[in-house]
């Protein structure tokens, strides 16, 4: 069997409700093919997987590495393609799983690390660092990121009916609902952008690429990363839509207004555990600032 047909059953059979996560472990698995290809040894169908073993995947993450690919990037890919090869070993395609030998030692560690997020002064340098062929979209989308909160799937995922006059109905993991409401700044942009987006379109789309169609992951991860350059802020090209998250959460844990579980609920985490990481991230500026009181100099 060809490799494209393969992969079109693997996908059939993949047991993934999110459409964000399957999308992503598919282009995990697509970046493999391509690392293999460049290799001389381009996958083309179903006997070429026979051969592989575990001293091809540890050459592979070996190679994430070197290329400057962060950790928690180097596990989810590996992730992806330990779960491929599950499904080559359930379907007799090879005969031993590489995998076998391969374990979490053979991975880069994940830094245990406190989120990064952005100060105030940051987030509006960032926002009027914007300046794009597609500016008032490209403005649009940060201050949704920084006013909600919402992840990238959900931004990319939203259609102009999902936003009503104060808030935006979010279609997150698992197709879960929630609401997440509009700041005052984030109506106005949303409604400029809205008056000047292309109207009798066939999509549905909020957000639109050139050619009028869904915006994709990439486009918006490149708009928010010029936006940054430009702004002369540094952040990993891995993450930068989830330091714009982290920014939102942070922000808004410190002012305290909202306590841990109605975070919680505009993240739309599942555990409450997940949401307690902003918590350590309030601990660690206030033993900062403790540290940085003037009298720590006289003693």
Known sequence: MKVEERLEMYEKN???????????????????????????????????F???????????????????RAATTIRRKIISLKLFFQYLDQEKIVLDNPFDKIDKRDLPKIPKRLPKSLSIEECKRLINSVNSRNTIRDKCIIII????????????????DNILEEEIRIIGKENKERVVYLTD???KIVKLYIKQRPKNLKTKALFLSER?????????????RNAMYNAGIKGDNDVLVHILRHTF???LYQSGEVDLFQLQELLGH??????????DVS?????????????????
Not at 52 to 66: H, M, Q, S, V, W
Not at 283 to 299: C, G, H, S, T
Request: aromatic letters at 8%.
């Open 270 to 279: 599942e555990d409450v555990s997940t949401t307690r990481i902003y918590t």
């Open 50 to 68: 026979v051969n592989i073993d575990y001293r091809e995947i540890k050459k592979f993450i070996n190679y994430l590495i070197k290329n400057g």
């Open 249 to 251: 959460a942070t922000l």
């Open 14 to 48: 993949l047991l993934v409700k999110s459409e964000g996560t399957r999308k992503q472990y598919l282009n995990d698995l697509k970046v493999w093919f391509r690392y293999m290809k460049n290799k001389k040894r381009q996958i083309t169908k179903d006997e070429d």
């Open 145 to 160: 990121f920084l006013s909600t909160g919402m992840r990238l799937s959900e931004l990319i995922s939203l259609n102009v």
């Open 185 to 187: 700044q984030a109506k």
């Open 283 to 299: 601990k660690e500026q206030l033993k900062n600032a403790v540290e940085a009181n003037p009298l720590n100099k006289i003693f």
């Open 212 to 224: 009028n169609g869904r915006i994709a992951r990439g486009t918006v991860q490149n708009a928010i």
